[in-house]
């Protein structure tokens, strides 16, 4: 088993290193405007792929599955690379789901890294989705989110949902005095929600996947935060505050976008059109919102622009007015087009995924390849 604290885990990082960059030159390769060979070139400065606890889609193994899926699309390209793989995230996601439910058993609170999209089993089952959706190891993580939604109690007592984490926000090694529960689709239950809506969706359920998704939706509900201009939703909530209380920046990790997409796909598969416009109506706020727009200063993915401009694609493709949608992307393509390129090349928050983003939303342009699969927009 090959770990992080050996190797140099930017090469493999998804979200920051050459693995998340990889997707630029796969995309344009598919689409004819850049040759496999540099895609292979790319690829093979990456060395021994992390497999150990550490692994997740957005690093090591499990990355490197997710990249070569892309590349591979319905060809046979990198076959043999990609079977391999796929026995190491199958064993890997067994290991990860033995060790949760091993710790739902002992009733300890959960963490960002055992659940999340970004570290955990939620990002594991966004792969296997993709990867081996019939297969034993989806089921598990489908199983385990379910769980994952049933109600705990705190110390002294007090119920709280399931994926209320012992530790901070962002101190994510330190203890939090209380704990806390996160919203967000990076880090929070808009991920598994998103999971679980889109494996429905596909027809892919286990028992009580339907009821988890209701848990979820109802406590988003319990949060909302609504006045005149906008719908939203706090970041993460502790036993005494919320945070924000104010409309927070349209972002794709936190924002509302994330939140409204993820809402938007359960209510689809849940066949809930209230919710699904409730959803809608509350981007189309943010879209909307002067003040909002203007919290965007970058072009990244996760907490810029090029993460707006996506979101609002998806839902786009699934909204029941989508010319609404359609009519503010020039606005947003000019925003993005007025701030500064990032500094950074990795897909998140640098080049990659900003030209990606951009690039899926050209006008009369749809992308090669479903490469914001690992974002949980479809």
Known sequence: MTTASSLNTTRQSLAHGPLGTALLPIERAHRGTGSWQAVHSHLATIGPLIDGPEASLFLGAPAMAYVLHLAAADSDRYAGAL??????????????????????DDGAQTSFAEYDLLRGLTGL???????????????????????????????????????????????????????????GLAHGIAGPLALLALAARRGITVPGHHDAMLRICRWLDRIRQSDHASTRWPRWVTSTTVVPDHPATPSWCYGTPGLARAQQLAAIALGDPHRQRMAER?????????????????????????????????????????????????????????????????????????????QSAEPDSEPATDWDACLLLC
């Open 83 to 104: 079977h391999t793989l796929d026995t190491i995230v199958a064993t890997h996601t067994r290991r990860r789901l033995d060790a949760a439910h091993a710790r739902i």
């Open 125 to 183: 089952g966004a792969l296997l989705l993709r990867r081996a959706p019939e297969g034993d190891a989806l089921k598990g993580v489908l199983e385990y989110l379910v769980r994952l939604t049933e109600p705990i109690s705190s110390p002294d007592g007090r119920p709280l949902p399931g994926w209320w984490v012992w530790h901070g926000p962002t101190h994510l090694d330190a203890p939090m005095p209380g704990g806390h529960a996160n919203a």
């Open 282 to 358: 509350a981007l189309l706020a943010c879209l909307s919102g002067p003040l909002q727009l203007a919290q965007l200063t970058s072009r990244g993915l996760c907490h810029g622009v090029g993460g707006l401009l996506r979101t609002v694609q998806r839902v786009a493709q699934d909204a029941e007015d989508p010319a609404v949608f359609k009519s503010h992307l020039r606005e947003l393509r000019e925003r993005f087009l007025a701030l500064r390129p990032p500094k950074e090349d990795g897909l998140l928050e640098g080049t990659a995924g900003a030209v990606l983003a951009f």
